[in-house]
DNA sequence: CCGTTTAGCTTACAACTGTTCGCTCATTCT
DNA sequence: AGAATGAGCGAACAGTTGTAAGCTAAACGG
């Protein structure tokens, strides 16, 4: 097996490794690098090989924690051209992930107001991909100004997000609850920023 | 001075020492029984006379900072009576809690998704009473059914709470825009559910 | 006033942690 | 073929952690 080609393969053992130890009760700040290492199958000490330090790894895994977001919104979309109702259809798309992945979306989660300003703003411009493209939707389907499309795209977001994080502490059988609720949400902002567009006076 | 009075004292000492040590880059799950004991002034093994574990402090520390909440929305109502406009007073008052206490915020901001199923229901459980008081004030002053006053005023303390976070890394130069952002935000909400509030068919 | 209670202390231990150093040995390069 | 590279290892070190055991001395209750 030619040298990076293993290389490469530890480098997914160490992620896969840190990835499957995070749960409900394992945040990523509650990690260490020899457990990490112990269940990757290597010396503690040939973690250096392939991270500088359990930062380097972190920021790893939130930029890959990201890039299944985008996955997702891709594979969103091509439900809404089958399906029909946007709303609808993106919040169950988010409530599967969210579900099917619980680790990796609490990792965003929890890092999101973690103790690392690197893993934070990391976070946070994972989540602007999704914002800005919901913006630029909202851009082009309503006759919202630029500025308050971006509000309005934010506020969709923030309220998604955090149905997301309900739902890892709710029963199953609430999941359709909170989904029902996030929509309602939703169309109230939808509705109230279409008749209601014109900037506020105070 | 008496003991009971004494062993108060040394109870209020570790507590602050705790709140003391929580910062931007230390979450109370960083925090070490010792460290926390040394800053109180007292031996590490003193700290079994007050509390069972770290987890007991922390509980302690979730229910004070809920205390420190319900006295602001105390606060913030006295000053709605004087002021008027409801939305802005709250938000304003608010932020004002963010920034003066940024350490009793982050407290509640990351043990509602941490680690410990204890502090997250205990967080949860501080926050709906703001729910609560804000839904119970949507339907005195709207004609909101009860079921959709609960979800507009969740939506609300999501999104004024995620602005409280935002504050949190942002300059404060842009506090006046993150506010204004946010009550722009709570007004689509409000108009939205007054307008659309029937109950949507799908 | 004397016995009990108890907050706080010192000492000690075992279990981890991250990280340095020097080595091996298979792959790669020349 | 021979030299250089570099992934992985074992041993070791200096810190830190939580917590148990037993003592002291001051406040308390009868």
Not at 21 to 46: H, N, Y
Not at 138 to 158: F, I, N
Request: aromatic share 8%.
């Amino acid at each position: 097996m030619s040298r990076a080609e293993q290389k490469e393969r530890t480098r997914r053992a160490i992620i896969n490794a840190a990835f499957s130890q995070l749960s409900a009760d394992k945040s990523f700040a509650s990690l260490s690098l020899r457990e990490v290492a112990r269940e990757a199958g290597i010396a503690p000490t040939s973690f250096y090989r392939h991270f500088a330090d359990m930062d380097e790894l972190g920021l790893t895994l939130v930029d890959e924690a990201g890039l299944m977001l985008r996955q997702l919104m891709r594979q969103a979309r091509q439900r809404i051209e089958k399906n029909g109702s946007v709303i609808r259809t993106s919040i169950e798309t988010f409530m599967e992930f969210v579900t099917g992945n619980s680790n990796v979306f609490r990792l965003l989660l929890r890092e999101r107001s973690g103790t690392s300003a690197a893993f934070r703003s990391a976070v946070a411009r994972e989540i602007q991909h999704f914002v800005a493209e919901l913006a630029e939707y909202l851009r082009k389907e309503t006759t919202c100004p630029d500025e308050l499309a971006r509000a309005q795209a934010e506020a969709m977001v923030t309220l998604v997000f955090h149905t997301g994080a309900d739902a890892l502490d709710a029963p199953p059988e609430q999941y359709a609850y909170l989904t029902s609720r996030t929509i309602t949400q939703l169309r109230w902002l939808a509705h109230g920023a279409a008749s209601y567009g014109r900037k506020p006076k105070e």
